[in-house]
């Protein structure tokens, strides 16, 4: 895979662009020490192997061009058999647009899986949560869900991470999202050593008790079948300001769909966001609705991100990658 991503601190989510700045839009985000990870979009995905795509619990697309949704048909494919959860948030339109990858298939021979592949798939309108399933062993038939508010964009929320949302304006709606750790866990390895304790799978157990905010009391099991109060491992570990991630591609340059961004992205770590069309050629970005590589590191910049990463370069630009990044690295400064 292309594009790995460093970060300042020790990074619990770990970003890559599937198809590098030039290819379909895929961002596979895999977590430390977790089994589980997730996509932002659904392009191509043929660089990702079995194990890769097995690991994906979660989707969140932008919207479903083809160069953002043709990559469902992989995902289902290698996870036809297995008992898994998946859950697929989109715009207005995903749970029709799953639903119709799911019917162009003939699934007569579903009594003779003993597991069950269920499709969890949430529409944001930019303001409610409207829920569907499509379970495998019911041959992928529509069950509708009751819908719910989402409070501030929220649409995902476990111990480990929020995601959070806005609608923004393309040729239609396209979903931008953000997701955020509520802190920063770090286990500082040599305390753990000067304790005579060895490093495992049980710091796991530590960290998440101290994300959840567990009292000094609160019991933590340790190697060898023993345990320790809370309170006595605090200073094994250091908290900091979670990681936060954005996500934006496909959205028209409008004063909206900046103040949306801003709103959504504020003071991520990284934000990864479409420059489709260099500087010169707003005209062509503005018809397509897409961002200018200015206008990419202009968003940074008034976002107050660490870190910009470009995607989905036009094809127009092969050849000029380093051009079209110097682009957005200079308006991200301020310099352009």
Known sequence: MRGFVLWPMRPTLHANLVNGRFGDAAILVERLHARAAFLFDLGDLSRLSARHLLRVEHVFVSHMHMDHFIGFDALLRVNVGRDKRIVVTGPPGVIACVGHKLAGYTWDLVDRYETDLVFHVIEFDGERLREAEFALKQAFVCRELDERSAREGTILETPSFTVRAALLEH????????????????VWRNRVEEQGLPLGQWLQGLKQAVREGREDDFTVPLPGGTSAPLGDLRGLVSVERGQMLGYVTDVRDTPDNRRRIATLCAAADTLFIEASFAAA???????????TTRAAGEIARMVGVRRVEPFHFSPRYEGEEQRMIDEVETAFRGEG
């Open 171 to 186: 040729h239609g709606p396209s979903l931008a999202y953000a997701v955020a750790e509520p802190i920063h866990v770090n």
């Open 281 to 291: 050629d707003r005209d062509k970005a503005d018809y397509r609705a897409h961002l």
